[in-house]
């Protein structure tokens, strides 16, 4: 689960960052940026508790950061973990109201009109270090899951480099799925109606569709290279039970969304639902090849 | 056998075509480590190894080429590498190498974050039931480092596990072999030698490594980590240029 949250975690904190990178302030806010803002502290924060209860001896936790081991994922994770924790804290709304010399309004340094050079220096070129710190970390917290098992002994998950990318896939399918029904309830910037309106809003079901055909593709390339044979993995995967829950991952995940292509024909209570079965989808995607190799 | 001297790099050979399934290497083992018993109900009790079983005798049925079936015994337990991919994917740095080349855990610093579990290309290491931390083979280093023997090798009724000097266990290692394939066995061989660096636990096999379960070719998993890492980066950046496509609108919704 907090594999799962992670990857949601860092595809907002994304999502949020690209947003304010490609869209003016003026068309519309910010509606992600603001809420990655607000939520990307207390969902790691929650990451991070879990990841400690998941510990055999949770009272040791503190041994993972004694160290950094480019050797070892589960180290990189843990340094990554803090990292972007951090880029978390200083974009939080209420670190802004505590600190105000801290003034961190975006996640890439702008220069306002009107803004003198001092200011800029000393106000928004700050919020260029957050960005260079969050945003790399965001991408190894979505993709993290899938190289740490690209990295480890069990013939699935090793059979091709695929994997990280394909959690990555997952990871900014679910965040779209997630934004989608989240940002007309959540969003601080405005009405529901409004927020639906906006560019930034618009564009996420097509990054749903977008990313389900890439986790297709990306994932048959991956079990092509799976060892075959009765008793394989790969075989355990796609048949049985594991299999049954597999093939719904895949129609939730990936295929449905495809709809989405064409979101201005549909009504939105059909687009909310194709983005939830894309969020369950990519779980049940996540959860059937991680516990295949547990068995 | 007891060493004199003080030796560096000291390992253990298991002849496998001398051993008869006796599991008192097994008995041994629970015994020294205070280990408790797993009991299945089967030939292979238990059916693999774990965080409380570090020694597992497997029987391995198949069928020769003439038609007859025929049992293949082998005593599984950690074969302490020399680049151990359990101590490389240690993020809490608990599993640690001794003086003589062993790998251990330091059970004072493990969290049983559990990643060295996977990371095991042979599947040795297991977190206990008991403890909650990794548990594994420690070739008796307590033992080993007060010049003794470890307790599989001074039990085994068979000479199949020897106990010394990598060098000379590797020269006994080659006789065997020699003798083996006079005798018939076209297939044997000295599995341990050069996989992952070395291992210090070397196995005479009279068939394929894979027949035994033992991975062939033996891949450290770190050395898939930068392909992975760059694959991943590279689809990133194609994610990236697909977000932007959506966001300039030449990609139609």
Redesign the interface.
Known sequence: MYFFLGGITGGLYLLGA?EQL??DHTEGGWPTAALAGSWCLPLILWCGGLLIL????????W??L??M?W?????IG?WTLVGFGLAALLIHPRTRDLFPALNVRHFFPRHSAGESLPQFITQDLPAGWIHFLGIPCA?VLM?YT?????????PL??CS?????IY??LA?TGTAGMMVVALPVLSPVGPRSSVVAT?SY??L???IA??GA?VLL?LALHLRRAPRGPGESAERLVRGDRGLAFRVAIVLGCLLPQVL?R??DLPFFLVITVAVSSLIGGYLLRWTTFCV?EE | MRLQNRIDEVSMLLDLSACIGCRACQVACNEWNGLPVELTGSCEHPTSLSGDTWMQVRVIERQTSDGFPEWLLYSDSCKHCREAPCMVACPTGAIVRTDEGMIVVNENVCNGNGHCVPACPFGVIGLSKKTGIAGKCTFCYERVAEGLETACTKVCPTACIQFGERKGLIENAHRRIGLLRERGADEARLYGEHELGGLHVLYVLTCEPSVYGLPDPLVAPRERLGRAALATAAVALLWGCLYLLLTSGNLSL
């Not at chain 1, 050797?71 to 180290?75: A, D, N, Q, W």
């Not at chain 1, 480099?161 to 990318?165: H, I, K, L, S, T």
């Open positions: 690209l490609v869209q998941d510990l055999t001896r949770p009272g040791r936790f041994r993972l004694t160290q081991k050797t070892s994922p589960v180290s843990s991408a993709s899938g190289v740490l098992l690209t990295v480890s002994s069990r998950w090793t480099p695929w994997m990280g990318a990555f896939l900014t560019a618009q564009r079901p097509p990054l977008a990313g890439l990306f292509w979101q201005r190799e």
